[in-house]
């Protein structure tokens, strides 16, 4: 069975920097694209970027270039991203979804979403 | 970037009638559009994704059609378990865009 496990929920200062989990089984983490998703509450949807589980390659969505950088670590089959210089804005509800196939493509697996809060 | 513009916004509807959810596309995406459903406080569930296809495990009450840049996404004999946010998704090209989601409300 596919699962991916999120991190717990994160409290942090403006200005801070937060680094995301996403912990991965039941399938070949290093076939498979892993992205990232941010939803604001009560809002659409945002695509941040895809990260491949076997070299590492990205590709940003040019909104979240310089604010979220996507890393992998195959030993573990786990996603990682980094937010940093947080403000108010990043305060959202974050997911990691599997790519079905390739690049581009949709969204077959989720992780169950972690809450960003930003305050100080 | 494809710009995703979905209607209603929102839809209350009694048990049993037919729902019916408008995506357009500001870009000709073939065929490549995606449908999900989001429960409160869960993650979204991929229902249909390219080609009209029809997820497994996904009752056969959902549909969608279109190609190019007009897609519908319908539900037939909808039950008070079909309450949700359902959002389409494009996956033509980068960066990926959702439309902003439809409430489906159960009266």
């Known amino acids: 069975e596919v699962q991916l496990q999120q991190s717990g929920a994160e409290l942090v200062k403006p200005g801070a920097s937060v680094k995301l989990s996403c912990k991965t089984s039941?399938?070949?983490?290093?076939?498979?694209?892993m992205s990232w998703l941010k939803q604001m509450p009560g809002q659409n949807i945002e695509w941040i970027g895809n990260?491949?589980?076997?070299?590492?390659?990205?590709g940003y969505n040019q909104k979240f270039k310089g604010k979220a950088t996507l890393t992998v670590d195959k030993s573990s089959s786990t996603a990682y991203m980094d937010l940093s210089s947080l403000t108010s804005e990043d305060s959202a509800v974050y997911f990691c979804?599997?790519?079905?196939?390739?690049?581009?493509?949709?969204?077959?697996?989720w992780g169950q979403g972690v809450m960003v809060t930003v305050s100080s | 970037e494809t710009t995703v513009t979905q209607s209603p916004a929102s839809l209350s509807m009694a048990v049993g009638e037919k729902v019916s959810i408008s995506c357009k596309t500001s870009t000709d995406i073939d065929d490549d559009m995606n449908w999900y459903q989001q429960k409160s406080g869960e993650a979204p569930k991929l229902l249909i994704s390219e080609g009209n296809t029809l997820r497994p495990g996904v009752p056969s009450r959902f549909s969608s059609s279109g190609y190019g840049t007009d897609f519908v996404f319908t539900i037939n004999n909808v039950l008070l378990g079909d309450e949700g946010i359902y959002y389409c998704?494009?996956?033509?090209?980068?960066?990926?865009?959702f439309g902003a989601g439809t409430k489906l409300e159960l009266k």
């Open positions: 998704q494009q996956s033509d090209n980068v960066p990926l865009t």
């Open positions: 979804a599997r790519l079905d196939y390739g690049y581009n493509g949709y969204f077959d697996y």
């Open positions: 039941g399938y070949t983490f290093s076939n498979y694209y």
């Open positions: 990260i491949y589980g076997g070299n590492g390659g990205t």
